[in-house]
């Protein structure tokens, strides 16, 4: 069985966004399926040339690149039309040829009606009503707060096979009632014990990029995980300077805890994380940790603080309880929801406001101690069997 894997990042640098996509890849093959083609989260985000058949050389050699995307529902049929008449998107028409089932991983990318929302939901239109493919939206979220969005999403949605909410927050936002809760497919790694760290040499730089950047780091002594999140970059604080926050917490938590490891799974926590790391000279895992190494790392912390959803997930698998940065981001109010665990808005722009509570957070899941994380544990194992709901479609 061919299968088109769309919104696809197996190839992002990130290591929170390659563990979902590289776990369906692995679910897909065990469902009986191969992966035949891929439609890369880059493809769907931003306008290619190639998403027009024949663009006019002076357009390719300005850099200016039509967007065809459609922008509303109304469009939605013509622009389909020109896409089985060889004019628009040739690439995505041949991936969607080519295969007999196609998965679309929404991931957290449904929200604000941007282009890549648009497209997610035009590809699983194009794939379902002018195919005729078995076509389901897997493994996502959704953020209903712009009504043109949402009508889209109330028209599609009755189209498809299957459609898989990865939290049930989103699965109560869809207003057409339909679809299931499942669990991010990331859930289907688990943590090593506290040996994985011996097992990978003794030297960190055999791994491209190094295991960890900077300070000194004892993995059979207690440590935190410290992360940033995406809303740092949505230009909700202009101007905002996170690291005197971070570099507070870090300190408090070095007394508390004892080791403080920073983590950057994307690539823009970076421009936090670096400068946080060489002011306190502390250890740090960037983008190229390699996937499993993360989920180890995350998982056999003491406590994890940050705002992404990923890392959470791996802290989470290894009972690790996550103190959420909450304030902006609706996921991960819902990734607290579906782990059980304590949900306080803690606010990732007023850190040093709310510090005393966030350390009398961090003191009560340490005191909680091996019974906590036993239970968060097996919420986590449960969660993991969930995931193979995501590739239903395929038996």
């Not at 306190?280 to 180890?296: K, Y």
Request: net charge negative.
């Amino acid at each position: 069985m061919k299968v088109c894997l769309v919104n696809d990042t197996s190839d992002d640098p990130n290591w929170g966004a390659r563990a979902t996509s590289l776990a369906l890849r692995e679910l897909i093959h065990e469902g009986g399926g191969q992966v035949e083609s891929t439609l890369y989260q880059y493809r769907i985000g931003i306008a290619q040339t190639e998403d027009i058949a024949s663009v006019l050389d002076a357009e390719v050699l300005s850099g200016q690149v039509e967007d065809v995307a459609p922008r509303r529902w109304q469009e939605f049929e013509s622009r389909a039309r020109e896409v089985m008449d060889g004019v628009i998107f040739p690439e995505i028409y041949t991936a969607l040829a080519s295969s007999d089932v196609v998965l679309i991983s929404g991931e957290g990318c449904i929200y604000d009606c941007t282009r890549q929302s648009r497209m997610i939901y035009f590809i699983a239109y194009l794939a379902k009503r002018f195919f005729g493919k078995p076509t389901a939206i897997v493994n996502h979220s959704i953020v209903m707060n712009d009504p043109v969005l949402r009508e889209i999403a109330d028209h599609v949605y009755l189209l498809l096979d299957d459609i898989v909410f990865r939290e049930p927050d989103s699965a109560l936002a869809c207003s057409s009632g339909l679809g299931r809760v499942a669990s991010d497919a990331a859930y289907l790694y688990q943590p090593e014990g506290e040996e994985w760290w011996s097992r990978l040499g003794s030297s960190q730089d055999e791994v491209e990029g190094g295991i960890l950047r900077g300070g000194a780091f004892d993995p059979q002594a207690p440590y935190a995980c410290i992360g940033g999140g995406s809303v740092y970059f949505r230009g909700l604080k202009p101007g905002f300077d996170a690291v005197p926050s971070f570099s507070k917490l870090c300190r408090a938590l070095q007394v508390r805890v004892g080791q403080v490891i920073l983590t950057a799974s994307s690539g823009k926590d970076l421009r936090i994380m670096e400068p946080v790391a060489e002011r306190l000279e502390l250890p740090l895992a960037g983008v190229n940790l390699p996937i499993q190494s993360a989920v180890n790392l995350m998982g056999n912390a003491q406590v994890y603080i940050g705002g992404r959803w990923h890392p959470s997930i791996f802290a989470h698998s290894g009972g690790t309880p996550v103190i959420a940065l909450n304030r902006h981001t609706v996921k991960m109010d819902a990734f607290l929801k579906q782990a059980d665990m304590q949900q306080s808005a803690f606010d990732p722009f007023a850190i040093e406001d709310q510090f005393d509570d966030l350390m009398a957070e961090v003191k009560a899941h340490l005191k909680a101690g091996v019974g906590l994380r036993s239970r968060l544990r097996s919420g986590a194992l449960r969660l993991a069997g969930m995931a193979r709901e995501n590739v239903r479609l395929l038996t």
